[in-house]
């Protein structure tokens, strides 16, 4: 998508291909995000989903190709470079730092703290932003809790505040990697919920561009504006997750039995 001035706008990815070796994990992969928008990055395993994903995160150079933030091209920068740019991201099984309290967790990754000594700095860190923070993921009673004590589904929530942190308040690009893995039925669907919220951006707040990987279709439907689907290293479908679910191919190699449930569930 180009804005007014004819620049691209958001994550725009063109033609991604990835080689291990002889084996070519992705393969003319093309696809964008905006921001406002939550796209949900779904596949078999062996799809390519976790090779592309950390082709545009940075854990991996792409073979062919091109990943573009805001116009500029990623393929070559860091992912400490990616963050300072707006792009964070977390993890299948939640990054934090347990010897911290949730509070610090969060004031580390703040704007203004040194980087070289932060256990120096952290009780000098204004609390206010970091609060703020924890407020929109539901932690604030927490605040002064040590973080290994919390249950594992609020470890992700502080995680997510970690990241958004780390985005400085910019309209950014934030990567979840199976943001809903290891969580309960219920707790997948607040946890979502909260993704959506923030994509979407409350009153005076950023939007941010959402792209997540997922196995649990009950954490892709009514929480995806798109779901883009690989298959052996190609984009094989794309659209709402009514279009997907009627993808033939998608149904019959794919979703199955499991993904109608899942819909059904959704729409009961």
């Known amino acids: 998508m180009a804005d007014s001035q004819g620049l691209l706008r958001g994550l725009v990815v063109r033609d991604l291909a990835k080689h291990f070796g002889g084996v070519q994990a992705v393969r003319g992969v093309d696809f964008s995000v905006q921001p406002g928008e939550c796209v949900a990055l779904i596949g ?3 799809a390519g989903k976790s090779t592309t994903f950390a082709c545009i ?7 062919g190709g091109q990943v573009l933030w805001q116009g500029e091209s990623l393929n070559a920068l860091t992912s400490a470079q990616r963050l300072r740019r707006g792009i964070a991201r977390t993890f299948q099984v939640a990054q934090i730092f347990e010897s911290l309290t949730v509070l610090q967790n969060v004031q580390l990754l703040l704007p203004g703290t040194d980087v070289l000594s932060p256990l120096q700095v952290l009780d000098s860190q204004p609390r206010g932003a970091a609060l703020a923070l924890l407020a929109r993921v539901g932690l604030q009673e927490q605040a002064e809790l ?3 004590r919390l249950p594992y589904g609020a470890k992700k929530r502080l995680e997510l505040a970690m990241a958004l942190a780390g985005l400085k308040g910019t309209s950014g690009l934030l990567l979840l990697d199976e943001p809903a893995a290891g969580l309960a039925p219920s707790e997948r669907a607040a946890l979502m919920q909260l993704v959506r919220t923030l994509t979407h951006g409350a009153a005076g707040q950023a939007r941010l561009a959402v792209l997540y990987t997922e ?9 995806a504006d798109r779901v883009l689907v690989l298959m052996e290293g ?6 709402t997750a009514n279009d997907v679910a009627a993808n033939e191919m998608v149904r019959t190699h794919y979703l199955g039995r499991a993904f109608r ?4 569930a959704n729409h009961a």
């Open 44 to 46: 078999p395993n062996g």
């Open 57 to 63: 995160a940075g854990q991996h150079v792409p073979s």
């Open 146 to 148: 040590d973080s290994q």
């Open 215 to 223: 196995h649990n279709m009950d954490a892709v439907f009514g929480v």
């Open 234 to 239: 190609r984009l094989v479908a794309s659209g």
């Open 261 to 264: 449930h899942a819909r059904e």
